[in-house]
């Protein structure tokens, strides 16, 4: 059977991950902090590098020294041009216009193609994780921003120039908090994980008790959504309030692409899965409140299932799509 | 060549044309106001009848005694069940699970389909109107509610369950106005119609000055958006406030519907257009001060081309893709 390298590449980290072309597992998974301040060569550099390691990695295990190699799918931040797989622009990385599908093709000697990050990971869960079998397909990466993906029909849907499913900077309070944007009301204002963190920090300096400064060694800097979640976890009450207000919000932005798209599924990836139902039982209800019934009714709203791993299964399903027609 | 008959039910009027199957023209286009008081079976006959006087003033216009009818295309209000040709909720006709297809197919002879009116008012400005050539359309009908629509790739976009492109009912203020859904901040609560006349009621009870109470004989329930209209077009400070706002919010709901879209065209349908540039001009503002640069440079916002028969057309078109699989 063909394989197909998948890469993810993060403002944070690289992940790498060798697929059989039915998506039947994923070997020689490696992994590496993404050498941003070295610039865009460097990346690419280590990118190429974990590409090797990875089907290296594949022959040890698979016991072959031959491979049957496809090509490498690749993943990236920001706005992207999917036929001429170029970087437009990735802020995190400090990237403009750099020519990403070309580079990995040249160096590796493997045909490849370029998808944006987040739309490879809601292509990820639905071609091998929560999503599986979705018509209609939204899925939301909530980290340091909010990503998103739209699937319908088994392919991934791009819009008109390439940038649909800007999720996080649809507003949900258009007199609301300042974003990062520079409008006022986006959902990542609310909702990114730096965001959660700073809503917890704004209660904590308001005086409330709460078991979160403990856990910082009472530096409220080093708060993050990860403490919130832990002191959630641990029955903090203003940490659950604060789960309780990411899940209002995330509600009344879901309920507008269950407006808007009526999907099967909305799958949702990233560091909040950690608060579990905590996040996903008063989501669900915003959003049962506030969209149609038939669009509720029609739709399942779940963690996703492979965390680190689907934007690397997305990426090689983006290659299949683009180079066979269909996954 | 051979001819559809596409049925425009809305809640006031019934609209029938007669279009050749290519689109280049509208035969015996008659109307009459929807008996809803009568119940669906009378809505039904009134249909059929004024499908056998298009039919009829078409033959005149063409002096033919024979035409060669492919069938009715019906849009109508409501959720519908596409497959079953069945409208399964209509608040504004009182109707529930009425079986119109059916009804149409039999009463006419006709082979028959149905789909959503706001859907079949995009996708006839896709055919024949302002969106034509636009490979990912959105349309929004602006009337007594706001209802829309979706077209990709020549297609309308349904869904899961028949009832995507709900944008009225996206929030735009989470904490904003009361909707008539029940919900707070729906975009509908602000820029409907009814809405609009609403906000200039508001306006006018501060006892601001305006000449639009001497509009409606200073019976102030008597203002209708149509009125701020005509105010704004004399130069009425307080209307053309008003029209403002009703621009902002539109902005800022389209613009969250060109971040998750990235639509080539945004048509906007209904008695809004009467504002004209008034509105559009900064309509287009917000949205380029909200959405993302990619997307709003791709896309083109104007105004629906064909007031009063966009239905009509659209409902032909969708017979065409229900039956021959494309237009």
């Known amino acids: 059977m063909r394989l197909i390298v998948g890469v993810d590449l993060g403002g944070t980290n690289i992940v790498v991950g060798t697929v059989p072309e039915d998506g039947s597992a994923l070997y020689g998974r490696v992994s590496e902090p993404t ?3 070295d610039g865009p060569e460097a990346v690419a550099r280590c990118m190429v590098e974990l590409v090797e390691r990875s089907l290296h990695e594949t022959r040890r295990t698979l016991g072959q020294r031959q491979l049957d190699v496809a090509g490498v799918g690749v993943g990236a931040p920001g706005p992207i041009d999917t036929t001429s797989g170029v970087v437009l622009l990735a802020p995190n990385l400090g990237w403009q216009n750099m020519p990403l599908r070309q580079r990995i093709a040249a160096a590796t000697g493997l045909d ?6 987040a739309n490879c ?10 999503a599986r079998d979705g018509r209609t397909v939204i899925g939301l990466t909530i980290g340091t921003g909010i990503g998103g993906g739209i699937v319908l029909d088994g392919r991934i849907y791009h819009g008109a120039s390439d940038v649909a499913a800007e999720f996080g900077h649809t507003t949900i309070d258009a007199t609301g908090r300042r974003c990062a944007c520079g409008n006022y009301g986006c959902l990542e204002a609310y909702a990114s994980g730096p965001n ?3 809503r917890a920090i704004e209660e904590l300096e308001s005086g409330r008790p709460s078991s979160i400064p403990g856990r910082v060694g ?12 832990a002191a959630a976890s641990a029955g903090d ?5 604060v789960v309780r207000d990411t899940a209002k919000f995330l509600g009344v932005g879901i309920a507008n692409f269950v407006n808007i798209l009526n999907p099967d599924v909305v ?12 996040l996903f039982a008063p989501l669900r209800l915003e959003v049962a409140r506030r969209a149609f019934k038939p669009a509720v009714d029609a739709c399942r709203i779940v963690p996703g299932m492979l965390p680190g791993t689907a934007g690397v299964f997305g990426a090689v399903a983006a290659f299949k799509v683009q180079r066979w027609g269909a996954v």
Chains 1, 2 share one sequence.
Not at 121 to 130: C, D, I, K, L, S
Not at 237 to 241: F, M, T
């Open 218 to 229: 009472h530096d409220l800097q080093r708060v993050t959504a990860q403490t919130v979640y």
């Open 121 to 130: 990971a809601t292509f990820g869960e639905w071609w091998r994780g929560a």
């Open 35 to 37: 050498p941003v301040a």
């Open 237 to 241: 009450e203003l940490a659950l309030e």
């Open 196 to 198: 959660i963190a700073k």
């Open 112 to 117: 490849a193609t370029l998808d944006n990050d």
């Open 267 to 278: 799958v949702i990836t990233g560091g909040v899965t950690q608060a579990g139902d905590r």
